[in-house]
């Protein structure tokens, strides 16, 4: 079992920056795909940005240029460093973990975390 707790929201001003982390338990982190997702009020979870075991890494056109996924597999962490927020980026952002073990699939979700941007 995988428990992922993720920190660092809060409430910023437009503009400004704010650097999410999600903190994995187990072994499994650094071969799992790692992903941020985001759901705001009366609309779908959607995909922020991903970064795989190796490195590679994708982003939602609508934060592209602002946000930035990195993992520290040493420290069974990922972030997401979100630059130039804007209100339309308010959301419970999740962090997301999954991979294979032999044939099986395997995912996981933390709790959430609130970003409100103000205008």
């Known amino acids: 079992q995988v428990q992922l707790v993720e920190s660092g929201g809060g409430l910023v001003q437009a503009g400004g920056s704010l650097r999410l982390s999600c903190a994995a338990s187990?072994?499994?982190?650094?071969?799992?795909?790692m992903g941020w997702y985001r759901q705001a009020p009366g609309k779908q979870r959607e995909l922020v940005a991903g970064?795989?075991?190796?490195?590679?890494?994708n982003y939602a056109d609508s934060v592209k240029g602002r946000f930035t996924i990195s993992r520290d597999n040493s420290k069974n962490t990922v972030y997401l460093q979100m630059n130039s927020l804007k209100p339309e980026d308010t959301a419970v952002y999740y962090c997301?973990?999954?991979?294979?073990?032999?044939?099986?699939?395997?995912?996981?979700w933390g709790q959430g975390t609130q970003v409100t941007v103000s205008s």
């Open positions: 997301m973990s999954n991979g294979l073990i032999g044939t099986r699939r395997y995912e996981y």
């Open positions: 187990g072994s499994r982190f650094s071969i799992s795909t």
């Open positions: 970064i795989t075991s190796g490195g590679s890494t």
